[in-house]
């Protein structure tokens, strides 16, 4: 028979898992906490499946609990439902999060629990695409052997693509998708307002930044950044570095400080082309 899954914190990420399990018949959802019972009967009528629990005292005993709660009420929520008495050494508890690794299900695991975290890279703001858009996600997963065991199943059932992460260094791994997710967000704005600088509209910043940006990533996907690094650093031209470095400087000295720094890092980077 398929494991049965409570979620505690059931909003776009744990409804979006619930219905594809749910689909794909690999998983009987039970209940649903969430923090107002409207918001827990519009996770259950999204999924198709599953039972409305007021608190944790109502909670019924399941195989698999996942808290996918946001991060600062994982541990917390962790420790209701130890308390709750419905964990022991058959029960697999998990989180999604992809800054915070196992080790803060502590408290289910001294109950007897397998835990884990399995976090999906992907975004779940539109729950309504990501339940046909999901096959081929990357999850990064850690935890115990266990856990482990009986969540990998479920993932790859709806089309997840495993990764092995180190628990112990699982800040580093989610700083990773901020680098290239967030902060590339926050670069290419910086370069729009120097285009501005030089009298550039918003509209035709983008554009010009467009086949740049696409064609520099395709690069580094394809062959890696050595191989994908162009410019002055990379043609050894530091004196163009030098007189950007300055104007940057004088004009936005916190940009300056941007650009030195990055400077630095991709004359590291240069050193590594063959």
Same mark, same amino acid.
């Given at each position: 028979?398929?494991?049965?899954?409570?979620?505690?914190?059931?909003?776009?990420?744990?409804?979006?898992?619930?219905?594809?399990?749910?689909?794909?018949?690999?998983?009987?959802?039970?209940? &649903?906490?969430?923090?107002?019972? #409207?918001? $827990?009967?519009?996770?259950? *009528? =999204?999924?198709?499946? +599953?039972? %409305?629990?007021?608190?944790?005292?109502?909670?019924?005993?399941?195989?698999?609990?996942?808290?996918?709660?946001?991060?600062?009420?994982?541990?917390?929520?962790?420790?209701?439902?130890?308390?709750?008495?419905?964990?022991?050494?058959?029960?697999?508890?998990?989180?999604?999060?992809?800054?915070?690794?196992?080790?803060?299900?502590?408290?289910?695991?001294?109950?007897?629990?397998?835990?884990?975290?399995?976090?999906?890279?992907?975004?779940?703001?539109?729950?309504?695409?990501?339940?046909?858009?999901?096959?081929?996600?990357?999850?990064? &997963?850690?935890?115990?052997?266990? #856990?482990? $065991?009986?969540?990998?199943? *479920? =993932?790859?059932?709806? +089309?997840? %693509?495993?990764?092995?992460?180190?628990?112990?260094?699982?800040?580093?791994?989610?700083?990773?998708?901020?680098?290239?997710?967030?902060?590339?967000?926050?670069?290419?704005?910086?370069?729009?307002?120097?285009?501005?600088?030089?009298?550039?509209?918003?509209?035709?910043?983008?554009?010009?930044?467009?086949?740049?940006?696409?064609?520099?990533?395709?690069?580094?996907?394809?062959?890696?950044?050595?191989?994908?690094?162009?410019?002055?650093?990379?043609?050894?031209?530091?004196?163009?570095?030098?007189?950007?470095?300055?104007?940057?400087?004088?004009?936005?000295?916190?940009?300056?400080?941007?650009?030195?720094?990055?400077?630095?890092?991709?004359?590291?980077?240069?050193?590594?082309?063959?």
């Amino acid at each position: 028979m398929s494991p049965s899954i409570s979620i505690v914190g059931c909003g776009k990420l744990g409804r979006s898992l619930g219905r594809l399990w749910t689909q794909s018949a690999v998983a009987r959802i039970g209940d &649903v906490l969430n923090r107002s019972a #409207a918001s $827990a009967e519009d996770a259950v *009528l =999204f999924m198709g499946a +599953g039972r %409305v629990a007021s608190s944790f005292a109502t909670l019924g005993k399941n195989d698999i609990y996942l808290i996918a709660t946001g991060d600062g009420d994982i541990t917390t929520s962790c420790a209701q439902l130890a308390a709750s008495g419905l964990i022991d050494e058959t029960t697999v508890v998990f989180h999604c999060s992809g800054a915070l690794n196992s080790g803060y299900l502590q408290t289910a695991r001294e109950c007897g629990a397998a835990v884990a975290s399995i976090h999906p890279v992907k975004s779940f703001a539109l729950p309504e695409l990501v339940i046909n858009e999901f096959a081929g996600t990357f999850c990064g &997963v850690e935890g115990d052997a266990r #856990a482990l $065991a009986v969540l990998l199943p *479920l =993932f790859e059932a709806i +089309g997840a %693509v495993i990764v092995p992460i180190d628990g112990e260094r699982k800040v580093l791994y989610h700083s990773a998708a901020v680098m290239a997710s967030n902060y590339l967000v926050t670069l290419l704005d910086t370069a729009c307002a120097l285009y501005a600088e030089a009298g550039i509209g918003p509209a035709t910043a983008r554009a010009m930044l467009a086949p740049l940006t696409r064609g520099t990533l395709e690069n580094v996907l394809q062959a890696g950044p050595e191989a994908a690094l162009t410019g002055p650093i990379a043609r050894g031209d530091m004196e163009t570095v030098a007189r950007q470095q300055a104007a940057l400087d004088a004009s936005h000295p916190e940009i300056g400080d941007l650009y030195r720094r990055f400077a630095h890092l991709t004359a590291d980077l240069a050193r590594r082309r063959p």
